[in-house]
């Protein structure tokens, strides 16, 4: 199925994950101040851009997804918001892998299940309302 306009943004944000997570493996097997400087550098850009992208996605996608019924794939996206979250905070370098993988496999599973879901159960009117690629 063919990206909703107003979800564009937030798939396009997808792609800055995926290079991050791809930046997570790739150091995660270096020298420890390598793992280091790129762990420290990994929570930066989750703090200035992917913590925005879920907030977005919580207060307006996820919220209309609960109300249409879709308890479960909104449970599963908070759980995984909150898995990587925890990662983030927590100052282990060790992460890094970890975190990487579960980034790239929430993605994954957002584009091919959530975002569907959002299109064919809200339409494009009421995604359009939501102005999903405006910072909360």
Do not use: C
Not at 17 to 24: D, M, P, Q
């Amino acid at each position: 199925m063919q990206r909703d306009s107003s979800l564009r943004s937030l798939s396009s944000e997808h792609h800055t994950g995926l290079v991050i997570a791809r930046r997570a493996a790739d150091a995660a097997y270096q020298d420890e101040d390598t793992r280091a400087a790129a762990w420290s550098n990994i929570q930066e850009i989750f703090r200035t851009d992917l913590e925005p992208h879920f907030q977005r996605e919580e207060q307006g996608l996820l919220s209309a997804l609960r109300e249409a019924g879709e308890v479960d794939l909104v449970e599963r996206t908070l759980r995984e918001h909150r898995a990587l979250r925890a990662m983030i905070a927590e100052e282990r370098v060790d992460n890094l892998a970890l975190f990487a993988g579960a980034l790239k496999a929430h993605i994954r599973f957002e584009e091919r299940q959530l975002f569907e879901a959002a299109q064919r159960l809200l339409g494009s009117e009421r995604l359009a309302q939501m102005e999903l690629d405006e910072s909360p």
